[in-house]
């Protein structure tokens, strides 16, 4: 079949574009199966073919001007693409940048690649302790397996690989989206202390290549003892300090970062060739029931400040004008976006209709959010994000967040971690901790894959133990995300 330079496939499916000097012959097939001339439809003027759903596309050269686009027999609407000897997003950037680029767009003589690494809730403490209290069980009692180290074992599988199967983790930059302390109280600093010996065992990157913002757990709230005369949020700016403000204890020289930050521990931003990263902390030491209290309880739902809220918008407007690609990171997601992100999804409700202790969340605090960015200041379900990106579609394009612990294919009210709304793409990145819900889920991050010259983000998701599958990358929760704009570094 004779197709000209652009083939697309899109919504409700997966925009892929792959872009050819001259004719090219394309051969669809899915599975082994060759695809019937039902399974597509061809605009001779246009040369843009339209698929109908097949999971998992990728393209695999067959010979010399033939492509031929193969799909496994995967199930699940959700299984967009698989993994494959040669990724979609790694075939379509190099054709892109060969061929047909936008209008404008500087011009390179060889694609580059941008990897990002997300993590979230480590909680450091939680694993450890769980883990001393698993290896001093009952006598005759076998223990299961122990991840003392949640943050420190992430972070030397990314270089080294896993010693139990699992290849490393390619990253130029990580961002941790919170949640680093554990326990339910208010952090204090022999959980820093323990951050900063887990960072320890980083020996290919700098520990200024991690970009940092605060969850429900990092928060201290001012009428805590541990608090008294200290900065606001004074345990998340002096052991994890995005801003470098305390080198002291963090360790942290932002001289060193390979990015430049604008902005405050609170709310700041940087960027990446054409990428802007808007990174915005959770306030949980606003005044309870916004933010935790002095002793128990971490008031699960999240919180932003109108004047963070302000200030996002005129980020995001600031970078539309400049033709940026968007992520905004917080430690929550949006309502209704993700897996367990709707209201009471994270709690339990009693037979006298209070809430305990659900499968993803405590009740403290708000109970009706406990999953999701919930009050902007101390007006509870807000959603200031949210009618702002129904208002204007496509606003960003990829929100970042954490917070709900789970399985990798958890499927909740028919969402799950990878979803798409107002033309924008959610990611929950959750989790490093294995011991810290009431549920013990395996732990996990996600790797973000940019080529140059496309649109397309390969989005990998990887087991850092093998309590749910082998460790390393799992293919049946692999993506490919659709970007307003191309990557470009320049």
């Not at 970078?319 to 367990?340: F, K, P, S, Y």
């Not at 810290?436 to 087991?463: C, I, N, Q």
Request: charged share 25%.
């Amino acid at each position: 079949m004779e197709a000209s330079n652009e083939f697309r496939r899109r919504e409700p499916t997966l925009l892929a574009i792959f872009a050819a000097k001259g004719p090219t012959a394309i051969e669809f097939r899915c599975g082994d199966a060759a695809m019937t001339e039902k399974s597509y439809q061809l605009s001779q003027e246009s040369g843009e073919c339209r698929l109908k759903p097949c999971a998992g596309l990728w393209l695999q050269p067959a010979q010399s001007g033939v492509l031929v686009m193969k799909a496994p027999k995967l199930t699940g609407r959700r299984s967009f693409i698989a993994a494959g000897s040669m990724s979609l997003a790694a075939m379509t950037a190099p054709a892109l940048a060969e061929g047909v680029q936008p209008e404008g767009a500087d011009k390179r003589k060889e694609p580059g690649t941008f990897n990002l690494w997300v993590m979230s809730d480590a909680h450091v403490s939680t694993d450890k302790a769980v883990s001393v209290a698993i290896q001093h069980g009952l006598v005759g009692f076998t223990p299961p397996p122990v991840r003392p180290d949640s943050l420190a074992t992430a972070l030397q599988q990314s270089e080294s690989g896993s010693p139990i199967g699992g290849p490393s983790i390619p990253w130029d930059i990580a961002l941790n989206l919170g949640d680093y302390a554990g326990y339910w109280d208010p952090p204090e600093d022999g959980q820093g202390r323990e951050i900063i010996r887990q960072f320890g065992v980083l020996k290919q990157h700098r520990r200024e290549l991690i970009y940092d913002l605060a969850g429900n757990h990092d928060a201290s709230p001012p009428d805590a003892p541990e608090s008294h005369g200290k900065e606001e949020n004074w345990w998340f700016r002096k052991w994890a300090d995005p801003l470098g403000e305390h080198p002291e204890t963090s360790l942290v020289d932002n001289a060193k970062r390979p990015y430049k930050i604008d902005g405050t521990y609170e709310r700041y931003t940087f960027k990446v060739g054409n990428i802007r990263v808007i990174m915005m902390s959770d306030r949980n030491d606003l005044p309870y029931p916004v933010g935790r209290r002095a002793s128990g309880g971490a008031s699960p739902a999240g919180a932003v400040t109108p004047e963070t809220f302000e200030w996002w918008k005129g980020q995001v407007e600031r970078a539309r004008a400049n033709n940026e690609i968007i992520i905004t990171c917080h430690h929550h997601m949006l309502r209704e976006t993700t897996v367990g992100s709707g209201d009471f999804e994270g709690v339990a409700q009693n037979p006298d209709g209070t809430y305990r202790r659900g499968k993803y969340h405590g009740a403290d605090g708000a109970p009706e959010g406990s999953s999701y960015l919930y009050f902007l200041g101390d007006k509870p379900k807000a959603q200031a994000f949210e009618k702002y990106m129904a208002a204007r579609p496509g606003a960003i394009d990829l929100w970042l967040g954490g917070h709900t612990h789970t399985f990798p294919d958890d499927v909740f009210n028919g969402r799950s971690h990878v979803e798409r709304k107002w033309d924008v793409n959610f990611v929950n990145c959750a989790q490093l901790s294995k011991f810290h819900s009431t549920v013990t889920f395996p732990p996990m991050s996600r790797h973000f894959g940019f080529s140059e010259g496309s649109r397309l983000v390969r989005v990998r998701l990887y087991l850092h133990d093998d309590t749910y599958a082998a460790p390393g990358w799992y293919a049946p929760s692999e993506r490919v995300l659709e970007f307003s704009r191309p990557f470009y570094w320049t």
